[in-house]
Nanobody, 121 residues
């Protein structure tokens, strides 16, 4: 009912940049927030960045000052601009949307398939 399609992952050198995109479609009545998570091998999935319906943003400590989340509300697209990438940023990045679907009264959470980001020389 709600689909998230991610793009923009790939291989970059340390210090490089990438921009991830995530497009949400389907039965979306109201978007409470959209966010990015990541999971590296042998590590727990962690919050990277989140943007709420009022435009407020929060970031994980490890990416503050380097990553920027933004959203195109009209098209339900969320972006993650990643600058000054480090090898420790290597992970699978997942898009998440918290929405209230049409004819529903409670929120639901939806995940994309993930996109690989590899930072290496």
């Amino acid at each position: 009912q709600v689909q998230l399609v991610e793009s923009g992952g790939g291989l970059v050198q340390p210090g490089g940049s990438l921009r991830l995109s995530c497009a949400a479609s389907g039965n979306i009545g109201r978007v409470n927030s959209m966010s990015w998570y990541r999971q590296a091998p042998e590590k727990l999935r962690e919050l990277v960045a989140i943007i709420t319906s009022d435009g407020s943003t929060d970031y994980g400590d490890s990416v503050k000052g380097r990553f920027t989340i933004s959203r195109d509300n009209a098209r339900n697209i969320v972006y993650l601009q990643m600058n000054s990438l480090k090898p420790e940023d290597t992970a699978v990045y997942y898009c998440n949307a918290d929405v209230v679907r049409t004819y529903y009264n409670s929120p639901s959470s939806h995940w994309g398939q993930g996109t690989q980001v590899t930072v290496s020389s």
